[in-house]
């Protein structure tokens, strides 16, 4: 007879396992947050809900809390053949599960803790506000350093080798709505078509000029306007814009720029233009002490061949509000090479679990003195 081992989940694929089968989207994550805090009131914790959203905060150790680490819990909404499904395309789940791995080992260093760890366990991450309206509580004031943990895709960092610092870009959506009145397609002298206050617009929009070292975008993303008659000329049209940016400055000057836009337009053709931004999401303020306690973390517990480079996308992640509220908080996001396929924010995306324990290992020694 031959016997075959049978592998006994740990504590942290249980719990990546858990949340990876429950996911919810952003400003839902009612049980994803119940599931998480109950975990860690039987671990003899006290976390402490947020009163009109989904999340909390929880600390361990001794005395007021020195470090944070920063948990996303929501995940994302695909139409797929079948529906819509929801799903931790981005990998919160791990994220997710590596924080809590940490502040419950944290937890069973008892009296050994030098100093007080909080963990933020925020909501809607992936609309880009959630950390604005965390951050807004004042969870993070009293706070020296910061960490926030993300997977990333095996073409920026090839596993196994991890980042301690993730360098997002800004980004921020602007819809805008022109308001006039229909008209004779055989007249159209009597009023003003939005279609081509909208050609104008994108025209505008393509030609506009930031610091060549710097890179940014600006380009319409969405255009609504006209019916099924094709003799009508649509007085009113609705659009929208993705605004990206490696800087916030560089953020600065197009928001300005659209802004300026659309009083030109307004003017010149005698229309109503109203626009408005919705999910601006900062680019990154990396803390140098805090990217540096990350750098040696990774390097005594993988080694110094694991330490990559700041890995720079043009992506983006509203953690950075958090020191957009604070300056001198001192934040990075430590970067874990999972090889997560084919991409960020795909219904199919799949990624190494393994690199989840060196993960929380890294996070581990970050909180304490940045060594093993």
């Known amino acids: 007879m031959t016997s075959t081992a049978v592998h006994a989940p740990t504590r942290l694929e249980r719990i990546r396992d858990h949340l990876a089968a429950h996911p919810e989207p952003s400003w839902s994550e009612h049980r994803t947050s119940g599931y998480l805090a ?203 814009l993705d605004l990206r940016a490696q800087s916030n400055e560089a953020m600065a000057r197009l928001r300005e720029e659209i802004t300026r836009i659309g009083a030109a337009l307004e003017l010149r053709h005698g229309v109503e233009i109203r626009l408005s931004e919705e999910d601006y999401v900062p680019a990154a303020v990396i803390g140098d002490r805090a990217e540096r306690r990350l750098s040696t973390a990774i390097r005594a517990v993988a080694g110094a061949e694991a330490v990559a480079p700041r890995s720079v996308t043009s992506g983006s992640d509203d953690f950075h509000f958090y020191t957009l509220r604070r300056p001198q908080l001192q934040a990075a996001m430590l970067g874990i090479g999972a090889d997560a396929t084919p991409g960020l924010h795909d219904p199919e995306m799949r990624y190494d679990a393994s690199r989840l324990e060196p993960a929380v290992q890294i996070l581990l020694a970050a909180c304490l003195d940045g060594t093993a």
């Open 38 to 240: 109950a975990l860690l009131t039987q671990a003899g914790l006290k976390p402490r809900p947020f009163a009109e959203f989904p999340g909390f905060t929880v600390d361990v150790g001794p005395g007021e809390p020195q470090i944070g680490l920063r948990a996303d819990l929501d995940a994302l909404a695909h139409r797929t053949e079948a529906g819509t499904a929801v799903v931790h395309s981005c990998g919160h789940d791990a994220n997710m599960a590596v924080v809590t791995e940490t502040v419950l080992r944290l937890a069973e260093l008892g009296d050994r803790l030098p100093h007080g760890v909080r963990a933020i366990y925020q909501p809607a991450e992936e609309q880009g506000n959630g950390a604005a309206a965390v951050a807004n509580l004042g969870v993070a004031d009293d706070l020296d350093l910061l960490f926030g943990v993300h997977l990333r895709p095996g073409s920026e960092l090839p596993s196994p080798r991890f980042t301690p610092a993730i360098s997002h870009g800004s980004c921020c959506f602007v819809r805008g709505a022109i308001t006039g009145r229909d008209h004779h397609g055989a007249r159209p002298h009597l009023g003003v078509n939005a279609i081509e206050v909208v050609a104008e617009f994108t025209g505008m929009v393509a030609a506009l000029r930031v610091d060549p070292q710097i890179p940014s975008s600006a380009k319409l993303t969405s255009v609504r306007a006209g019916g099924d008659n094709l003799n009508v000329i649509p007085g009113s049209a609705a659009f929208g």
